[in-house]
Each structure stands twice: as C-alpha cells, then as structure tokens.
C-alpha cells in the first residue's frame, strides 16, 4: 500500500515538472498559453461530464432491465412454490385418507358406547 502511495505522488509530481517545464519553454505568450489551457481544461470536463452522464445513463437502464428479470423471475418462482404446495397438500389428504381407512380397519366395533372384544 505504502508503494503505491509513493508510486502516485512521484507520479504527480513528474507530471507538474513536466508541465512546468513544458510552460517554461512554450514558444508562445502567457496568455495565448493560459487560454489554451483553459480551453483544454475545459474540453477535459465537457468530456468526463460527457462520459459520467453516459456511464449513469448505461447503468440506470442496465438497473431497470434487471429489476423487471428479477420481478418476474421472483413472480415465477412463487407461482412454482404455489403450484408445489397445493401438490403436497393433495397428496397429504390422500395419505391422511388411507390413514383412516387402515384405521377404521383395526378398530373394533362398539355395542351400547363400549368396545367388544
């Protein structure tokens, strides 16, 4: 981490003695330079403007298409677990039929409220 703090001030600061010694020796005036500048200045925040918006643009669509995915793919899978649960329920009750008759099956029949044996 430590080098690549030092990787990026000796990188800044090659870069102002570069264009400080690019000033220095500009065959033109001052302001011809300092209008040039601006104009570059300029030109560079157009740009990255430019390109933000795009960028912002891009992702708020890309966002957009996968909220409308992830919608109906949510939709979709609680439709499934919908279609799942009334499948066991079905076949709960089948079983708890059978359970019953096996059970009427064992049970002994009752004379007067008591059981015969």
Same mark, same amino acid.
């Given at each position: 981490?430590? %080098?690549?703090? !030092? ?16 000033? =220095?020796?500009?065959?033109?005036? &001052?302001? *011809?330079? #300092? +209008?040039? @500048? +601006? ?6 925040? #157009?740009?990255?403007? !430019? ?6 643009? $891009?992702?708020?669509? %890309?966002?957009?298409?996968? *909220?409308?995915? =992830?919608?109906?793919?949510l939709e979709?899978? @609680?439709? $499934? ?10 076949? =709960?009750?089948?079983? @708890? ?5 096996? !059970?009427? %099956?064992?049970? %002994?029949?009752?004379?007067? &409220?008591?059981?015969?044996v």
């Amino acid at each position: 981490m430590a %080098k690549t703090g !030092n990787a990026l001030v000796a990188l800044v600061a090659g870069a102002a003695i570069g264009v400080a010694a690019g000033l =220095l020796y500009a065959p033109e005036s &001052g302001e *011809k330079t #300092r +209008k040039k @500048l +601006k104009k570059k200045a300029d030109k560079a925040q #157009r740009d990255i403007k !430019n390109q933000a918006q795009t960028a912002y643009d $891009t992702l708020t669509t %890309k966002a957009s298409e996968y *909220k409308g995915t =992830l919608d109906e793919r949510l939709e979709t899978a @609680l439709s $499934t677990a919908s279609f799942k649960a009334d499948d066991a329920i079905v076949s =709960l009750e089948r079983k @708890l039929e059978q359970l019953r008759a096996q !059970n009427a %099956k064992l049970q %002994k029949p009752k004379v007067n &409220g008591k059981t015969t044996v």
